[in-house]
């Protein structure tokens, strides 16, 4: 069964600029989280979506977006960005189906992002 | 913000030893995950143990959970170099979301 993939490994950008990342999630699964991992600031939450709906977000502002398509795959968008965005980006989903609150997220190896 | 604190933030062992890091939360949980990161990578769920649970156990591993003081401890027993990794713990609400502690980085040495 394949895991999580995410594209690209790699990216350099510049301050202002605008990228997207992609995720693809285990198949069968319905959630799908964004974490933005930044050196000494640890593992934060940014966006998750369901069924095709962002159910929830964390405290980014709104040039962080993103969306689910119909089968499951994500894309996050970042506009305007800044140095600050420098991070490992990380995807991850998550089985939904039946008794499904205690099942675990699965991580993809991330997207290295650096703005220059 | 993080749920999560965890100790220590570093660990320093020789293959062969135990080692034992402990997080602490603050809200109620539905869950609570260990997840380990190797080196610039992804993160690997190793364990999951619920709100009801006190102890769970996974070949080399041991969690332990104390609701009560809003704890728990990741045990490796017999460490192996393959074992450097950053290990954190996640607090699971019942939508599945997680918030994660700061991390302890382990370093196993041959």
């Known amino acids: 069964e394949a895991g999580v993939t995410q594209s690209p490994t790699h990216l350099i950008k510049t301050r202002g600029q605008q990228v997207t990342l992609r995720c693809s999630p285990i198949s069968g699964h319905t959630s799908v989280y964004w974490y933005q991992q930044a050196l000494g600031l640890g593992l934060q939450f940014l966006l998750w979506?369901?069924?095709?709906?962002?159910?929830n977000r964390g405290n980014f502002p709104p040039r962080f977006s993103g969306r689910q398509f119909p089968n499951y795959s994500s894309e996050l968008n970042v506009n305007a960005l800044e140095l600050e965005d420098s991070a490992l980006y990380l995807c991850?989903?998550?089985?939904?189906?039946?008794?499904?609150?205690?099942?675990?997220?699965?991580f993809g190896d991330g997207t290295r992002l650096s703005i220059l | 913000s993080q749920q999560g604190e965890e100790d220590p933030q570093a660990l320093s062992i020789q293959e062969g030893e135990n080692a034992t890091m402990n997080c602490s939360y603050k809200?109620?949980?539905?869950?609570l995950q260990w997840y380990r990161q190797n080196s610039g990578r992804g993160l690997v769920h190793l364990i999951l143990i619920r709100s009801n649970e006190r102890e769970k156990h996974s070949g080399r591993l041991r969690v332990t959970l104390d609701t009560s003081k809003k704890s728990s401890s990741l045990l490796i027993t017999a460490s192996r170099a393959a074992d450097t990794a950053s290990y954190f713990c996640?607090?699971?609400?019942?939508?599945?979301?997680?918030?994660f502690g700061a991390g302890t980085q382990v370093v196993v040495t041959p």
């Open positions: 996640a607090t699971g609400d019942s939508w599945g979301k997680l918030q």
């Open positions: 991850a989903s998550r089985y939904t189906g039946g008794l499904s609150s205690n099942q675990p997220q699965h």
């Open positions: 979506y369901d069924e095709g709906e962002e159910r």
């Open positions: 809200t109620s949980i539905n869950n």
